[in-house]
């Protein structure tokens, strides 16, 4: 029998979903400033509905294409994909989750990382949002946590972090348009050989 709290974030979910998908019927579009977009994935994991939340991601994939997600949202991402067995798309939104937030993954296996001397390019990625959202971190099992902390520790997460804690870094004391652009451009490039490869 599903919890009362379940039912809640699967109703949540469903109103959720239903709202972004009237917005797109009645404006062909949706407009969305404030995170709703969001919200229905999350929710659906919270609820135990896996099935569902893969359904919702798989959606707002193909409706938000360039969207690099939001740090809460890029986990739960991963958690559904891992839950259904696709560990290599679990592993690939893992690590889309951890350039979002670099303090978050450390955060749920009890390693607080110290501030980071590079550029936050908004208030997702910098150490005091884990705060915002730390009723949201308690969902990955002590399997999964695991599962993350060895991902986390791997060679290619290594050296994807690496590669953009060097660059933004390197941003945050470059105030050269030109040059500012050029580490961007190159570190764009450097993502795509890695998640292409």
Do not use: C
Not at 2 to 30: P, V, W
Not at 91 to 118: C, K, T, V, W
Not at 169 to 192: C, H, P, T
């Amino acid at each position: 029998m599903i919890s009362e709290e379940k039912k809640q974030f699967r109703d949540r979910a469903n109103r959720n979903r239903l709202a972004l998908l009237k917005e797109k019927e009645q404006h062909g579009y949706i407009n969305d400033g404030s995170g709703k977009r969001y919200r229905a994935g999350v929710f659906f994991v919270l609820a135990g509905e896996n099935r569902k939340a893969l359904e919702f991601f798989s959606w707002f994939e193909s409706e938000f294409p360039e969207d690099i997600g939001e740090p809460v949202f890029n986990l739960y991402w991963a958690l559904t994909e891992y839950r259904n067995g696709n560990e290599e798309q679990a592993r690939y939104r893992l690590q889309h989750a951890m350039l979002s937030n670099l303090y978050m993954l450390p955060f749920l296996f009890g390693e607080l990382l110290g501030l980071l001397d590079i550029w936050h390019s908004s208030n997702r990625d910098q150490a005091d949002y884990l705060w915002e959202v730390e009723e949201y971190l308690n969902e990955p099992t002590e399997q999964e946590w695991q599962w993350i902390k060895q991902e986390y520790n791997s060679a290619p997460f290594a050296s994807l972090r690496d590669e953009y804690i060097n660059t933004y870094r390197a941003l945050k004391y470059e105030y050269d348009f030109e040059r500012r652009g050029a580490l961007l451009r190159s570190w764009n490039q450097y993502a795509a050989r890695f998640f292409n490869s």
